[in-house]
């Protein structure tokens, strides 16, 4: 039986001061955030355009916490290596964005690095079938992929049917999720089973003397 796992926040730098990205992320290292969120959007899997492996490699050395990188980008294959290189820890796809996204996982563990699968709203768990031994997290969006600021969009049991089949491989594998996270909604994750909660808004909305505080309280107290 593998414990319950602790709670983790990740801060989702789409939310952040562009202007000053390295300082917001050392602002988000100082406030306890266990993961850097960055989100990569491609304005064609996604209607919406952000940043590229040049700007993850600028970031890397303002801080040493986990760069949890999720790409909303079609193909992704000709970018893992370059995301890789600047220093990404954990990649996250969409299984919609390639025609093989098996092998893309295959070449992100390759890179020796995580490989991450994302469920859109819309997508059915059963695409984890033939993958979770590739998997070292699955990321359930709470909003359809592409900007922040959005409703939440409520899947308990949809978290929990991935929970089973984490528990199922025997295996730690993060069960993120991204899209309307705040204090309230963050409960309702947590206790469908989720251990790895991306915010944008409700942990910028402040400024910068206030992440800390929100990041407790997205956490529990
Ligand atoms: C949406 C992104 C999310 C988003 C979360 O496509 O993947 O990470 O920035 O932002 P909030 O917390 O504001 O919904
Ligand atoms: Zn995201």
């Known amino acids: ?13 789409l939310s952040a001061d562009f202007a000053r990205l390295g300082e917001e992320v050392t602002a988000l290292d100082s406030a306890g955030a266990d993961y850097i969120h960055v989100d990569v959007m ?12 040049g700007v ?12 949890d990188v999720h790409l909303m980008i079609s193909p992704a294959d000709p970018f893992i290596e370059a995301f890789a290189a600047a220093g990404a820890d954990i990649i996250t796809i969409h299984p919609e964005a390639g025609p093989h996204f098996h092998r893309t996982l ?33 990321l359930v969006m709470t909003v359809n992929p592409g900007f922040g600021g959005q409703a939440y969009i409520s899947v308990p049991d949809k978290i929990a049917d991935v929970r089973r089949r984490i528990a199922a491989t025997g295996r730690e594998i993060d069960l993120e999720v991204d899209g309307g ?5 963050a409960r309702e994750v947590i206790k469908a089973g989720a251990n790895v909660l991306v915010a944008g808004t409700a942990v910028f909305k402040d400024g910068p003397a206030r992440y800390a505080d929100h990041i407790r309280a997205i956490r529990g107290g």
């Open 1 to 13: 039986m593998i414990p319950a796992p602790e709670i983790r926040i990740a801060p989702s730098i």
């Open 106 to 138: 295959q070449v992100i563990r390759g890179l020796g690095k995580k490989a991450g699968v994302a469920l859109n709203p819309g997508t059915a768990t059963g695409v984890l079938d033939h993958v979770m031994d590739l998997v070292d997290l699955v």
């Open 181 to 185: 996270i705040n204090p309230d909604t």
């Open 56 to 67: 993850v490699k600028a970031l890397r050395p303002h801080s040493a916490k986990i760069f």
């Open 42 to 53: 491609d304005g064609h899997y996604v209607p919406n355009l952000t940043i590229g492996p």
